[in-house]
């Protein structure tokens, strides 16, 4: 079963520090959505990229968050100079342009800063 | 913009009993409605969703939920709850499907 991939499934770091995550969506999926998901909350909309193009950025994306798609198929997500407000879990997704309504999401990084 | 209130943060109930999870939504356009569930240390999976059409909509593992415009609601149903639906649910919202929304979530535990 070749759904999403994220790597690592989970990282602790100190604050201040660069991270970065990556997300393999699945094959032919050209739409791919960045999420984070704190503790008691749903899944807050970070950005999406259709193929390698980043179309949308929420506000919750400061400027310390980078994420790119270079090749159209796997992600990556940088923060840097991490902050304890960083901790949450990173969730990615994809979907296919015969069916854009159904995001496929996968396990999530659980980021922890100390 | 979109936004979502999921009523009740924690729901028990005993298995084969009915459940209903319950979710509103706030919009001043047309949206498209989502119930995701998140089994533990599982990415969320797609229950059902409403694009439009029927306000009834069925869903994997015998959910369905049914949009109701005029109070703003999409609430979901299970007539028959199995150990195996304990998990978090999620209902979400979506103007251009890019931009979801998801509300904070019900716990749905089944007791045996």
């Known amino acids: 079963d070749t759904g999403v991939s994220q790597n690592p499934r989970h990282k602790i770091t100190k604050r201040g520090q660069n991270v970065t995550f990556r997300c393999d969506p699945i094959?032919?999926?050209?739409?791919l959505y960045w999420y984070r998901q704190t503790l008691g909350q749903g899944p807050e909309f970070l950005t999406y990229?259709?193929?390698?193009?980043?179309?949308?950025k929420s506000r919750l994306l400061s400027d310390r968050f980078s994420a790119e798609r270079p090749k159209g198929s796997f992600s990556t997500l940088e923060i840097q100079r991490t902050e304890q407000g960083d901790s949450a879990m990173y969730l990615c997704a994809s979907s296919h342009r015969a069916d854009y309504n159904e995001q496929f999401f996968g396990p999530g990084t659980r980021l922890t800063v100390l | 913009a979109q936004s979502v209130t999921q009523l009740d943060s924690q729901v028990p109930v005993f298995e084969e009993a009915p459940v209903e999870l319950r979710c509103n939504y706030s919009?001043?356009?047309?949206?498209?409605l989502f119930w995701y569930v998140q089994y533990p240390n599982q990415g969320l999976q797609l229950l059902l969703k409403?694009?439009?059409?029927?306000?009834l909509v069925k869903g994997i593992n015998g959910f369905e939920a049914e949009f109701n415009k005029s109070q703003t609601s999409f609430h979901l149903r299970k007539p028959s709850v199995h150990i195996s639906d304990t998990a978090e649910y999620f209902c979400?919202?979506?103007?251009?499907?890019?931009?979801?929304?998801f509300g904070a979530g019900t716990r749905l535990t089944v007791k045996p």
């Open positions: 990229f259709q193929n390698e193009a980043q179309l949308e």
């Open positions: 919009s001043s356009v047309s949206v498209y």
């Open positions: 409403y694009l439009s059409g029927s306000t």
């Open positions: 094959s032919e999926h050209n739409r």
């Open positions: 979400a919202v979506s103007r251009t499907l890019h931009d979801m929304r």
